[in-house]
């Protein structure tokens, strides 16, 4: 797999008949190792080992209703109280972050009303803090560790 714009990692990793399968730590399970999830794997690990939050926080894959369609969010860090605090969008690192992908994580949002917004492929990350008064997000350069 490509080498990202984040630490490195060590993984486990094995084979089938098929595909390469990667373990989540998070999902205590094998999942086909796909380039998006090669990457959401990688944002996993750096919001655990470098940023400190906790796995307990942490949430991948998780179902939420948009118009009567069933979406997933790649990655979701709850607060203390439980709610949305950290919503992160993962691409494969072919593709490229453009606004239809900030429009995604920002229909998302409506329904989570997370505090922090991120996108990355890997290779860039966009960080950004919601203004709800104004209705629009700050780009910051980095997200708080975790309090």
């Not at 709610?83 to 329904?111: G, H, M, S, W």
Request: proline share 4%.
């Amino acid at each position: 797999m490509q080498k990202l714009n984040l630490p490195s990692y060590h993984f486990k990793l094995k084979s089938n008949e098929k595909h390469t399968l990667i373990f989540d730590n998070l999902r205590k399970k094998y999942l086909v190792l796909t380039p998006e999830e090669w990457v959401r794997q990688h944002f996993v690990r750096f919001l655990v080992d470098e940023k400190k939050y906790p796995t307990t926080l942490i949430a991948i894959e998780k179902q939420l209703k948009i118009n009567n369609l069933t979406k997933r969010t790649d990655i979701i860090v709850f607060n203390k109280k439980g709610n949305p605090d950290i919503l992160v969008e993962c691409k494969a690192p072919n593709v490229k972050i453009t606004q239809a992908t900030f429009d995604q994580i920002a229909r998302y949002n409506l329904q989570l009303n997370a505090n922090y917004l991120i996108v990355t492929n890997g290779l860039q990350h966009y960080f950004c803090k919601m203004d709800v008064k104004n209705e629009t997000y700050i780009f910051l350069e980095d997200i708080p560790d975790y309090q």
